[in-house]
């Protein structure tokens, strides 16, 4: 390795199409153990739900499939730097709760080190935290708990679902397009749920208050079905302006004379 920024060196191992080899050898060079401690120190880490593999190599092994994208890259490599702090033996085995927590702040430390600007350290910061929220989701989600994954993922949540996605080393199939499986669901749920709270959100270009002012009615169900006769004339036509929504109400109030 030359003497440039940290961050250009892990950077230009990441954007790799596939990273596996360049990031054992900052591994087996020393280059990690003095500029990423936190990558070597997960080698011995022995993960209970991936047992043929310490958390060093299923680290490697999900960056390596994630996909190229350095923000994703970044998360997958720093997703379980948190697990030695937080091996417990209690209950009969091993634990890492709170790992994600614990390697989020890990994270935030170390990238301003290695040489990477604020605004992507918060980002991955950010996804490191996340990316243990998708593990309950087999055991049911209200429409709540999908929102609220969505809101905590914001502008993050597609790069996310990359890394939960990618963040399956396992050598069964079946457990593999489980998990695909189950984050399409999520994915699916999200997307409803945005179309649903959109059509809620949407609203015709006058409200009741003008309606009844205009056409000299008293409040009751009428004004209702006016509203929805506009919020259907905006679905269909769009904005077409005060002047021209009165008059289009006009004609609409005219044929419920008749």
């Known amino acids: 390795m030359t003497d440039t920024n940290p961050s250009d060196q892990l ?7 596939d990273p596996t080899a360049g990031l054992w050898h900052l591994v087996d060079s020393g280059w990690a153990d003095e500029h990423l401690p936190e990558l070597p120190a997960l080698r011995l880490e022995q993960d209970p739900i991936h047992r043929h593999k310490d958390v060093l190599t299923h680290t490697i092994a999900v960056t390596s499939q994630s996909p190229a994208r350095l923000r994703v890259r970044l998360a997958a490599l720093f997703h379980d730097v948190g697990k030695p702090r937080t091996r417990s033996y209690e209950h009969g085995g091993v634990t890492f709760r709170h790992h994600e927590a614990v390697g989020a702040r890990m994270t935030r430390k170390r990238m301003p080190k290695l040489g990477y600007r604020e605004d992507l350290t918060a980002d991955v910061t950010q996804l490191v935290f996340l990316s243990g929220r998708f593990k309950g989701y087999a055991d049911g989600w209200s429409d709540s708990a ?25 050598r069964n199939p079946r457990r593999v397009a489980a998990l695909h499986e189950a984050l399409n669901d999520l994915e699916q ?22 309606v009844i002012a205009h056409l000299g009615i008293e409040p009751g ?4 079905r006016a509203l929805k006769f506009l919020l259907e004339l905006k679905r269909s036509e769009g904005d077409l302006g005060e002047t021209a929504v009165l008059e289009r109400l006009d004609v609409w109030w005219a044929e419920q004379q008749n």
């Open 221 to 224: 169900p009428v004004v209702g």
């Open 146 to 170: 999908v929102r609220r994954y969505a809101r905590d993922g914001g502008a993050l949540l597609g790069d996310l679902n990359d890394l939960v996605r990618s963040d399956c080393t396992s």
């Open 189 to 210: 749920r999200i997307a409803e749920l945005a179309r649903e709270e959109a059509i809620k959100a949407e609203r015709p270009e006058v409200d009741g208050d003008r």
């Open 11 to 17: 950077s230009a191992v990441l954007v790799e199409e």
